[in-house]
């Protein structure tokens, strides 16, 4: 078993769990065949960072208690709750809730008091034996946040009234009412004064002091290239210290805020216009060097695409993870560099960092674990070199960098910078580009002809070889008829200009009349072939031969063999070994004139041929046959 490890940016990011990393047991397998998998060899050798680290459907919510020892997940289907321990790395216990839930908080130190926002607007309270208490609000909830001094349970929703339920005294307390028109999508607790923020559907952020229970302050983001209510807030995040406030839009923008001031110092685009779902402080972790990577504190930011980390300070990218599934909702293990991600999933995908942060105390196995079982990364060493062989090395002139460090041999060839080669084939071929200019010209030109209408002529199903040896015999006879017409012309217009002539011209008279002859009958025969071509193609007593399959020619039988030994050759080669003849017949005389002849009769066996060749016609039973 290998881990998947990516290197964005220069920083390793290792998938530990998540992505079918490591091969889940479906719930129907039956015992039986639990015990056959133990010959599996992919089965034995699984890695499961945390056992049944996952749900059947997906997870919806993930959140790591305040003591750092128990996880505690929401998921579907069905709706269930489940809290992990990390001292055992296994799932504790598992409860099934009536619906889905929206949003949950973890009151205790451990996991044994928790209040979960549940879809059908109930807010149910668990401790750790069963459900508690359930209490109903008003509007359909969207967050949930818990003010411990006065133990006040914050639910926002879809309505500008931000409901407390006071859990010491068991009762609703009087909402807060907010500007919003519409509704109220994430309420946030600061760590340190314990302000409340409201981010709103109207893209403004309200800050209440909970001790007067008054708005002292409204923050409105304003992002270049949109207009003020184009957007609304998504997420909210407090840092630490009490002062950074980090605002996320349902446009994909994370902007950084000091309370003391009204601009922010830092705007992030997150690339992908998506609603930024989880936005958290990554703080630098205990005995990081000063200058490096893990000392300076960071964003974390997410939505349904990927999870980004990046520098609060610069906004310069630290790294990126994508995972294969939409995200829901995304968690970090305190003091380490472990993530926690929720998402349209089966598993609960964990990705470890070794540049955010070491390895948690319960999996400090990870630090040696990545290294021994990290999978090969997919890119080559020579993804930015071009192979180039000898003889394209001396054609570019570049063969005198052999032996140097340019150059890196490798089987029947050598490896050269991609910049070196571009430039060294812009050298050596100047006009490369007036090459490739007009051989694209050629290819639109030819990709245009082939979208002309063009003739086609429909062969019949029956008979379709030798319908097309009749079409090509009609038109030989109109080639040769057109050819006679020029040569005719020709022969009008050198007469007229040379005039009557001398006794040299008698002896090419009588070889042109020997020529003529010989070209005479030729042209009877084609036209006689021709001739019986039309007929056969148009005479209706004909006409079943090419459309009753009773008629079909068949040329793979014996007795088709036998009377054509000789495979049927095209007019064209005909023409050319008939040209060759006539040329020999002029060098060596009549004897081998003839001779000539009796070659070009056995080799002509088709039916053009026998045709053409056959003063009397008597091939014409040979080629219906």
């Not at 001790?211 to 909210?236: C, D, M, Y």
């Not at 998402?343 to 470890?352: K, P, Q, V």
């Not at 571009?422 to 071929?429: L, S, V």
Request: hydrophobic share 35%.
């Amino acid at each position: 078993m290998v881990l998947t490890a990516t290197n964005t940016n220069n920083v390793k990011v290792y998938t530990v769990s998540g992505s079918n990393l490591s091969r889940k047991l479906p719930d129907w397998l039956a015992r039986r065949k639990r015990r056959e998998l133990q010959k599996d060899v992919e089965w034995t050798n699984r890695l499961e960072l945390i056992q049944d680290f996952g749900f059947p459907e997906a997870a919806l919510r993930i959140k790591v208690t305040p003591d750092g020892r128990h996880c505690m997940a929401t998921g579907v289907y069905k709706p269930q709750i489940r809290v992990y321990d990390f001292d055992n790395v296994s799932m504790k216990f598992e409860r099934h809730t009536n619906t889905e839930n929206i949003d949950f908080v973890v009151l205790s130190d451990d996991w044994t008091k928790s209040v979960h926002l549940q879809s059908d607007r109930t807010v149910e309270f668990h401790n750790e034996g069963q459900m508690h208490f359930r209490v109903r609000v008003p509007r359909f909830g969207r967050a949930l946040a818990y003010h411990s001094p006065s133990c006040d349970v914050l639910v926002c929703g879809a309505s500008p009234d931000v409901y407390r339920v006071n859990l010491d005294q068991g009762r609703f307390m009087a909402p807060m009412q907010t500007q919003s028109s519409s509704g109220v999508n994430v309420v946030a607790v600061n760590p340190a004064h314990l302000l409340y923020g409201f981010g709103t559907e109207d893209g403004a952020v309200e800050f209440w002091d909970p001790r007067a229970r008054n708005r002292i302050g409204v923050l409105e983001p304003f992002i270049a290239g949109t207009s003020g209510n184009s957007f609304e807030i998504s997420a909210l995040s407090f840092r630490g210290d009490g002062l950074g406030t980090a605002v996320g839009t349902s446009s994909g923008h994370v902007l950084l805020y000091d309370l003391r001031q009204a601009r922010p110092w830092q705007v992030k685009d997150q690339q992908y216009g998506l609603p930024i779902k989880t936005l958290a402080w990554v703080e630098p972790t205990t005995g990081a060097a000063v200058g490096d990577a893990a000392a300076e504190p960071k964003v974390l930011s997410a939505d349904a695409q990927a999870i980004k980390l990046w520098s609060a300070e610069s906004g310069r990218a630290f790294t990126s993870i994508e995972p294969a599934h939409a995200i829901n909702d995304v968690c970090v293990v305190p003091e380490s560099g472990l993530l926690f991600a929720a998402g349209e999933s089966s598993e609960i995908m964990a990705y470890f960092v070794p540049q955010l942060g070491p390895a948690p105390r319960w999996a400090h196995f990870l630090e040696n674990l990545t290294e021994e079982m990290e999978q090969s990364p997919t890119q080559a060493i020579y993804d930015d070199y071009k192979f180039v062989a000898r003889r394209e090395l001396d054609s570019l002139g570049l063969a005198h960098l052999i032996g140097s460090p340019v150059l890196k041999p490798y089987m029947h060839g050598f490896f050269i910078d991609l910049r070196l080669y571009e430039r060294a084939k812009a050298i050596a071929n100047p006009f490369a580009y007036e090459e490739h200019r007009l051989r694209r010209v050629q290819e639109k030109l030819a990709k245009a002809r082939e979208s002309r209408i063009r003739a086609t002529t429909k062969l019949p199903k029956v008979n379709r070889a030798l319908a097309q040896r009749l079409l090509q015999m009609q038109r030989v006879d109109k080639m040769e008829r057109k050819q006679k017409q020029q040569q005719q012309q020709q022969q009008a217009a050198g007469s007229v200009a040379a005039g009557h002539g001398s006794d040299s011209d008698d002896d090419d008279d009588d070889d042109d009349g020997a020529k003529k002859l010989n070209g005479g009958r030729q042209r009877k025969k084609a036209q006689a072939a021709a001739a019986m071509a039309t007929a056969v193609l148009e005479d209706s007593r004909f006409g079943d031969i090419f459309t009753n399959p009773e008629f079909e020619v068949d040329e793979e039988a014996d007795e088709f063999k036998q009377l054509h030994a000789m495979p049927t050759m095209r007019r064209t080669e005909q023409k050319q070994l008939k040209q060759q003849q006539q040329k020999k017949r002029t060098t060596r005389g009549d004897d081998d004139s003839s001779s000539d002849d009796e070659v070009d009769i056995r080799t002509s066996k088709g039916p053009a041929a026998s045709l053409e060749d056959d003063d009397d016609g008597d091939s014409d039973g040979d080629f219906f046959s």
